[in-house]
């Protein structure tokens, strides 16, 4: 191919596009412009047809609608044959016309091809990004769920460990506090009642004192056993109700830290079965444990909150914080009672919630869903006490 002028191409694919665009005679125009071929810089033919195909099919044809094209393109080559048939008429006679309209039927099944080539690449490049960023979007999807499902297994298996530890370890010392206390006192009451029955054969004198000591020794044992009891499982939850075991718990654990403490709780909670107030209470019981243990508190807030479909307990200190995410991923050495409470709110349908910030100190946050015959209860309790209310 000759080397053609600068902005030839320019002015042919403006042509062309004028043509396209507005359907007027510019190939004839373009063609008496052209002067046969001179302003072409001497191209021929087929170097023209080569140019006319890059043009249409690289620059004009995507910037048309996929309906569009078939037309344009028989447009474009009515316009190609207006370009060079003055160059025909003149130097090609019946041959060159010939194989113009050869080279004109190839242009526009290449072109057609391309087109349709072209837009099928296009969409399947389309689909394959598509796949590519469904698969790679399925991908973080699975490695983020694997490790939430490995972190979780993790959790339950030190949990599992944990508490079988927790479980020997009260085990030694209930067998401990059997053995030095009660087994004690009962050879000791045995002791004392052989010896009033010896004293009882031979003499009177003294016999109530010493029945008196036996009695006093009785009564320090079953005190043991009760307190053995409450702390299984206190007798006042079941008997009295939740506000009342809560305040007993906090009235005690104040007497033995000297932190204060604080309850604010409405009564319809008591309308929450033994379950869930059995939760409720032992959420509060491992808290005060690790204010006791850990916080260096001065004053705790316990809170108990009706929202619309469930009730939130708070237990809030004014102690020290922690991290809550590497207390709870710290492994072996894992607080049991931290998820101890998790998975105690969790058995019944709850959420569980620690906030700890550097100066706020540590809030725990339990909410547990009611099902609806407590939310009308509550609503008909409401009701009454605004009927009564003058």
């Known amino acids: 191919m000759k080397p053609r002028p600068p902005k030839f191409s320019q002015r042919y694919e403006q042509a062309l596009r004028d043509h396209l665009d507005q359907g007027s005679q510019a190939g004839s125009l373009f063609s008496l412009k052209l002067g046969n071929c001179d302003d072409a810089g001497g191209m021929t033919i087929l170097d023209l047809a080569r140019l006319h195909e890059r ?19 028989k447009r474009a080559g009515a316009f190609f044959a207006a370009v060079i048939a003055p160059t025909v008429k003149t130097h090609g006679g019946a041959g060159e016309a010939r194989r113009l309209n050869k080279i004109i039927g190839t242009l526009s099944d290449r072109t057609v091809e391309l087109a349709a080539a072209n837009r099928l690449l296009g969409l399947e490049i389309v689909r394959r990004k598509a796949v590519e960023a469904s698969l790679n979007k399925s991908e973080r999807h699975h490695l983020k769920s694997l490790e939430k499902s490995n972190l979780l297994k993790q959790q339950l298996q030190g949990l599992s460990r944990q508490i079988l530890t927790a479980q020997e370890n009260e085990r030694r010392k209930i067998i401990r506090e059997l053995h030095d206390v009660i087994a004690q006192s009962l050879m000791g009451i045995n002791v004392r009642l052989a010896t009033l029955k010896a004293e009882a054969n031979i003499h009177t004198r003294g016999l109530d004192r010493n029945i008196a000591l036996t009695q006093k020794m009785v009564t320090k044992a079953a005190g043991i056993v009760n307190r053995f009891a409450r702390d299984l499982h206190p007798t006042v939850l079941d ?28 009564s319809g909670v008591e309308k929450l079965d033994a379950a869930r107030r059995t939760v409720f ?56 009672g931290l998820l101890g409470m998790r998975e105690r709110v ?32 509550w609503a008909l309790e409401t009701l009454e006490s605004n009927s009564q209310t003058p």
């Not at 043009?55 to 393109?73: G, N």
């Not at 009295?240 to 409405?266: C, D, E, N």
């Not at 100190?361 to 939310?375: D, E, L, S």
């Open 55 to 73: 043009i249409l099919v690289m620059s004009l044809l995507p910037t048309f609608p996929d309906v569009q094209r078939p037309a344009l393109i």
């Open 239 to 266: 008997d009295l109700g939740l506000i009342p075991a809560l305040h007993s718990l906090m009235k005690s654990f104040t007497s033995r830290t000297g932190v204060l403490t604080h309850l604010t709780a409405f």
């Open 346 to 377: 969790e058995m019944v349908g709850g959420s569980f919630q620690i906030i700890s910030e550097p100066g706020s100190g540590t809030k725990i946050i339990a909410r547990i869903p009611v099902g609806k015959a407590i939310v009308n209860k």
């Open 281 to 336: 209470y032992r959420v509060a019981e491992e808290s005060l444990g690790n204010i006791a243990r850990h916080a260096r508190a001065t004053r705790v807030e316990v809170t108990l909150l009706r929202d619309a479909r469930s009730v939130r307990m708070e237990v809030a200190d004014d102690g020290k914080s922690f991290h809550v995410q590497s207390v709870l991923q710290a492994g072996a050495n894992k607080p049991l």
